[in-house]
């Protein structure tokens, strides 16, 4: 799912240049970070598979994956420095206090555009406002509108390379409120105890997608 949002974009063209190889490597590198979010995060998924979000509880300093240098080597081959060189901008620019860090927010090409993205982005807001946790991703371009509707704040430009720029955005809880709407597919946890979304209540928007591929997430913890 998230190397299938990722593929069409200008950061997957620039991590693996070959487009034969692309979906493979970008499958391959996801994994890895899923598999360390179920350790160390939480990954929530709509109720038909088609769009998830991949977080990591940033209370105290993170170890990366398991044999990541290894592992990323076997994954990416020959793209691995860039993944490498990527990790090493993200982690330069992370925040250092105790926040909740979206990794990944990723919608299948062919239910983009349909309200999953923003239903995701909406539980995700409600939990964090009400357990008063600061949050942060790295965005693409086309993402930002998405989470700046929901109380993101760009704060500093990523470019690793000369035609291709990501965006830090962070969001600060708001307490007392309540954005919820109407939704059509809720999230279910695929977190690492296998449980439903630790909030009880569905979550709800009515908002539209606009590109929903908006967090790198290929980087070191």
């Known amino acids: 799912m998230i190397a299938e949002a990722l593929q069409p974009t200008p950061i997957a063209a620039w991590l693996v240049a070959d487009e034969e190889q692309r979906g493979r490597v970008l499958t391959d ?13 939480d990954v929530h998924v709509t109720s038909d598979l088609a769009a998830t979000t991949v977080c990591f509880h940033r209370y105290r300093p993170l170890p990366p994956p398991a044999s990541y240098t290894t592992r990323l080597t076997t994954a990416a081959g020959p793209h691995a420095d860039r993944f490498a060189a990527l990790d090493d901008l993200i982690v330069g620019a992370q925040p250092s206090e105790a926040h909740y860090h ?11 555009r349909a309200g ?3 239903a995701l982005m909406a539980h995700l807001r409600n939990r964090l406002d009400r357990i008063e946790l600061p949050s942060w991703t790295v965005a693409l371009p086309d993402g930002q509108h998405l989470l700046a509707c929901n109380g993101y704040q760009p704060d500093q430009a990523i470019t690793p390379a000369k035609s291709l ?10 307490r007392g409120s309540d954005t919820t709407t109407a939704a059509p597919t809720p999230p279910t946890s695929a ?22 591929t908006l967090a790198t997430g290929l980087f070191r913890q």
């Open 165 to 174: 720029t990501l965006s830090t955005m962070s969001r600060n809880p708001r």
């Open 102 to 112: 979206l990794a990944y927010l990723a919608v299948r090409p062919e239910h983009q």
């Open 29 to 41: 590198v996801a994994a890895i970070w899923v598999e360390h979010a179920m350790f160390y995060g």
């Open 116 to 118: 999953r993205g923003s």
């Open 191 to 212: 977190a690492r105890n296998h449980r439903r979304s630790v909030d009880d209540e569905e979550p709800r928007s009515t908002q539209m997608d606009q590109h929903e």
